[in-house]
């Protein structure tokens, strides 16, 4: 034997031998039985390459280290070999703890993934919460707006054609009552007649003619105590609840209607229309400038500062 002979015998018996895998024991128990791989692939549902990749003791790194000990304890328990034997040759192999880091690995990338897409999930029904907030007060916006400006644009026609148009007279005139016959508080004196120089006797002195002048302011009294009795027994008229009295300070569009749904004045008036109407109470007042209307209801004034100015007031009165 040579020196280097003798040099490279220690390194020989000095090398670790590499351990199997589970997949020889498992191949010749199989083959004892006289089943092929697609047998074994066919008893455990199974694709062939599985087998096939458990008999050559080749195991792909994508696979999660979980799923690669179940299938070799099945397959050790349909051939009859010891399953803890064949998973100790697994554990035990070589390149396994590649195939368990790979694992690991891909493991903790879907966890990532999972939560990322949670995330994802969350920030996208925020941002619609958000978006559909907006929208709505968008909406809200534009209906109080729009509510505004048809009010102004249904004004505007209206009260260019009243301008052009001579201002009709008002729908319901006021009854004007009777002037009072006045009686004169003082008797109207007749003058007296002229005695004739032939008519008057000797004797006779202008007496009687000055006597005759307080009867007649005697008698002028009770007229004037009549009149006075009679126009203090005259009764008051009452407030009629059929009567509606509107006046205005400035242009306002109305509508107003009875109980009976006839409609008793409608359109633009001016702050020279005062309206006397009459119909079956409650009556419905539509008023496009409420500020600019003047009601009054049996007598009374009806409030109207509730209304904001540049909005329609709908109201009945009387109120209910």
Not at 218 to 228: I, K, L, Q, R, T
Not at 237 to 242: E, F, Q, S, T, Y
């Amino acid at each position: 034997m040579t020196t280097n002979e003798q040099q490279q015998q220690p390194q020989a018996d000095t090398t670790a031998p590499v351990p199997a895998g589970p997949g020889a024991m498992l191949r010749q128990a199989r083959e004892a039985r006289g089943w092929s791989q697609a047998e074994v692939a066919r008893r455990l549902n199974l694709r062939l390459a599985v087998i096939e990749s458990i008999d050559d003791d080749h195991y792909k790194a994508g696979v999660a280290l979980t799923f690669l000990r179940g299938y070799v304890k099945a397959y050790a328990k349909i051939v009859g070999v010891n399953e803890q034997q064949a998973l100790a040759a697994f554990d035990g192999m070589s390149g396994i703890e590649q195939v368990r880091s790979a694992a690991a690995t891909s493991m903790q990338s879907f966890s990532r993934k999972t939560r990322q897409q949670a995330n994802d999930k969350w920030l996208k029904r925020i941002s619609w919460l958000v978006l559909l907030g907006l929208v709505g007060s968008l909406v809200f916006w534009w209906w109080q707006d729009s509510g505004a400006s048809y009010v102004e644009r249904t004004l505007e026609p209206v009260i260019s054609q009243q301008d052009a148009v001579p201002t009709p007279p008002a729908e319901v005139q006021a009854e004007t009552a009777p002037a009072p016959l006045m009686v004169p508080s003082e008797p109207v004196e007749m003058p007296a007649e002229p005695l004739s120089q032939e008519s008057a006797e000797p004797g006779v002195t202008a007496t009687p003619v000055a006597d005759e002048q307080p009867e007649a302011v005697s008698a002028a009294e009770p007229v004037s105590e009549v009149d006075a009795d009679s126009a203090a027994a005259s009764p008051v008229p009452a407030a009629d609840p059929r009567r509606l009295v509107l006046s205005f300070s400035a242009d306002c569009w109305i509508q107003i209607t009875d109980a009976e749904g006839r409609v008793l004045s409608e359109g633009v008036k001016t702050s020279r229309d005062n309206l006397v109407l009459e119909g079956e109470p409650p009556f419905r007042l539509v008023l496009g400038a409420p500020r600019a209307a003047s009601v009054e209801y049996l007598g009374q004034p009806v409030d109207l500062s509730s209304f904001s100015a540049g909005r329609v007031a709908r109201l009945t009165v009387p109120q209910s």
